[in-house]
């Protein structure tokens, strides 16, 4: 996976697009600081087109009967606004449901992070949990946990 990895750590643009998508990282997103994401979830996936890696999550919770947590979820900056992003979480949900026999799917996104929470509200998620956490420069910043149930897909 390390020509995938070397590309998926270009995705991020900016230090508050690495915070969304991996807050523990330092930008720019190193392939150590992701292979050893990657070595500590589950089900890492890709989208690829034309050969090329488009799009990127996994799992950092996987519980078989009970809870999957998506995360990590990143789509190149190229291939933004053109239904990639709703593909990857399909294959996420779908993957929770049939793997692991999910009972519920959890995506967590922080408040500042406007496209992120329309877009999983798009896909059924619902808010359910708000936990206060500290941005990258200390300030108050809330993450917002959504989930999506079995039965409501």
């Given at each position: 996976?390390?020509?995938?990895?070397?590309?998926?750590?270009?995705f991020p643009q900016s230090e508050d697009e690495l915070f969304f998508?991996?807050?523990?990282?330092?930008?720019?997103?190193?392939?150590?600081?992701?292979?050893?994401?990657?070595?500590?979830?589950?089900?890492?996936?890709?989208?690829?087109?034309?050969?090329?890696?488009?799009?990127?999550?996994?799992?950092?919770?996987?519980?078989?009967?009970?809870?999957?947590?998506?995360?990590?979820?990143?789509?190149?900056?190229?291939?933004?606004?053109?239904?990639?992003?709703?593909?990857?979480?399909?294959?996420?949900?779908?993957?929770a449901f049939s793997k692991h026999q999910a009972a519920e799917i959890?995506?967590?996104?922080?408040?500042?992070?406007?496209?992120?929470?329309?877009?999983?509200?798009?896909?059924?998620?619902?808010?359910?949990?708000?936990?206060?956490?500290?941005?990258?420069?200390?300030?108050?910043?809330?993450?917002?946990?959504?989930?999506?149930?079995?039965?409501?897909?």
């Amino acid at each position: 996976m390390t020509r995938k990895t070397f590309i998926i750590c270009g995705f991020p643009q900016s230090e508050d697009e690495l915070f969304f998508l991996f807050p523990k990282a330092e930008f720019p997103l190193s392939s150590s600081q992701l292979r050893d994401a990657i070595a500590q979830r589950s089900d890492s996936t890709v989208v690829e087109l034309g050969g090329e890696v488009i799009a990127f999550a996994n799992f950092y919770r996987w519980e078989s009967g009970g809870r999957c947590s998506i995360g990590n979820v990143i789509v190149s900056p190229a291939a933004r606004g053109r239904g990639v992003g709703r593909y990857l979480i399909e294959q996420m949900i779908a993957l929770a449901f049939s793997k692991h026999q999910a009972a519920e799917i959890i995506v967590s996104c922080f408040n500042q992070n406007i496209a992120g929470l329309l877009f999983y509200q798009m896909l059924g998620f619902q808010p359910y949990a708000i936990e206060e956490r500290q941005g990258r420069k200390g300030n108050r910043i809330a993450l917002i946990h959504l989930r999506l149930s079995r039965n409501a897909t």
